[in-house]
């Protein structure tokens, strides 16, 4: 069965101070990946999403960026953190075919 | 993307049904019908889709207007774990992960 992996669970950072966020699906090949965010009170937010190894595309221009250095791997960075940044950074996955699964979540505090 | 209208907020019983509905009037006829659900802290979670006819799951039923404007998602006995916040997502078939999630209906459900 197809699993998906997300780490760190919670994670508080300076301002100014870099970012890298992983995600990791098992149990599938040349999967569809995405990364959302959740604003405090709000609904998600689609960041970035990618079809194929180094394959991205971006939703909205915000201070972060996504890589795909793997089939079954996506990564979120930043190279300087802002306080808006904070939020509850979600990834998913799916096929062409299936439902998006989501990974637990990622809850960052830019301090 | 299609615009949703759903309603901020519905309450119920445990063991009563619960109809959740979605307005989705400017929906493409390619569009499927998506519907979500979100518990706290938590990443959402798929519950059922669909194009045009009705479509039953062992999670929920989803009931689709013949002019396909609107669904309704029905719960048909609601348990204290199906209290989640419930987004409707109109969604194109070539990417069901990408998706634009809304401000959803949040379901209260009282024991």
């Known amino acids: 069965s197809q699993t998906i992996h997300q780490w760190p669970a919670t994670l508080v950072q300076p301002v100014g101070s870099p970012l890298s966020l992983e995600c990791t699906v098992e149990?599938?090949?040349?999967?569809?990946l995405y990364w959302y965010r959740q604003a405090a009170g709000r609904g998600l937010q689609l960041l970035f999403y990618?079809?194929?190894?180094?394959?991205i595309s971006s939703e909205v221009p915000q201070n972060l960026s996504a890589s795909r250095p793997q089939d079954r791997q996506f990564i979120l960075s930043s190279k300087k953190l802002l306080l808006s940044d904070s939020g509850f950074y979600l990834c998913?996955?799916?096929?062409?075919?299936?439902?998006?699964?989501f990974g637990q979540g990622t809850r960052l505090t830019v301090v | 993307d299609a615009k949703t209208t759903q309603p901020n907020s519905m309450e119920s019983n445990e063991e009563e049904p619960v109809h959740l509905p979605c307005n989705h009037s400017?929906?493409?006829?390619?569009?499927?019908i998506h519907w979500y659900r979100q518990l706290p802290s938590q990443g959402p979670e798929y519950v059922i889709h669909?194009?045009?006819s009705n479509v039953n799951n062992r999670m929920a039923s989803l009931a689709i207007a013949e002019d396909r404007k609107s669904s309704t998602l029905i719960l048909h006995r609601a348990t204290l774990r199906d209290a989640a916040v419930y987004y409707c997502?109109?969604?194109?078939?070539?990417?069901?992960?990408?998706?634009?999630f809304g401000q959803g209906t949040i379901l209260t459900v009282h024991p």
């Open positions: 669909g194009l045009t």
């Open positions: 400017t929906i493409s006829g390619t569009d499927y």
């Open positions: 990618s079809v194929g190894i180094g394959q």
């Open positions: 149990g599938t090949s040349n999967p569809n």
């Open positions: 997502i109109p969604s194109g078939g070539t990417s069901y992960g990408k998706l634009t």
């Open positions: 998913a996955w799916s096929s062409r075919a299936t439902e998006a699964f």
